[in-house]
Nanobody
C-alpha cells in the first residue's frame, strides 16, 4: 500500500531555514508528480511546489517562489522541500502528496487531484 511519510518540521525563527522530507513507499512513483501543500488554521490547503518524479521539472506557488526549493532523490524515494527566509506566514502543517503526471500547472496546484497524502508535519515560524 502506498504511503507518504513527512518529517523535518519544527520551530524556526523568522529568516531561518528548514528542510522537509517525504519518503514514498509501497509502489512505484516514477510516473507521478510529487507536491507539497500547506494548511494554516482556518485557511484552505495551499499549493507550495511540485516536481515530476522522473524529470527535473518544478513549479512553485507565488508565495514561496525564490525562497523554497523542491527536489527529489530517486535512490532514497524521497522528496525534499528546502525552505529558506521563512516568514511567520509560512507557518502551517505541510503535506506531501502524489498524483499521476498531468502537464498542467493548474491541475498540479489543485489538492483534489492528488491520490496519496502524508500525515503532515508542523512548521512554526516565530521569534
Amino acid at each position: 500500500q502506498a504511503q507518504l511519510v513527512e518529517s523535518g518540521g519544527g520551530l524556526v525563527q523568522p529568516g531561518g531555514s528548514l528542510r522537509l522530507s517525504c519518503v514514498a513507499t509501497g509502489r512505484t512513483f516514477s510516473n507521478y508528480m510529487m507536491a507539497w501543500f500547506r494548511q494554516a488554521p482556518g485557511k484552505e490547503r495551499e499549493f507550495v511546489a511540485v516536481i515530476i518524479w522522473s524529470e527535473s521539472s518544478t513549479y512553485y506557488g507565488d508565495s514561496v517562489k525564490g525562497r523554497f526549493t523542491i527536489s527529489r532523490d530517486n535512490a532514497k524515494n524521497t522528496v525534499y522541500l528546502q525552505m529558506n527566509s521563512l516568514k511567520p506566514e509560512d507557518a502551517a502543517v505541510y503535506y506531501c502528496a502524489a498524483a499521476r503526471v498531468v502537464y498542467s500547472r493548474t491541475y498540479a496546484a489543485t489538492a483534489d487531484n492528488y491520490d496519496y497524502w502524508g500525515q503532515g508535519t508542523q512548521v512554526t515560524v516565530s521569534s
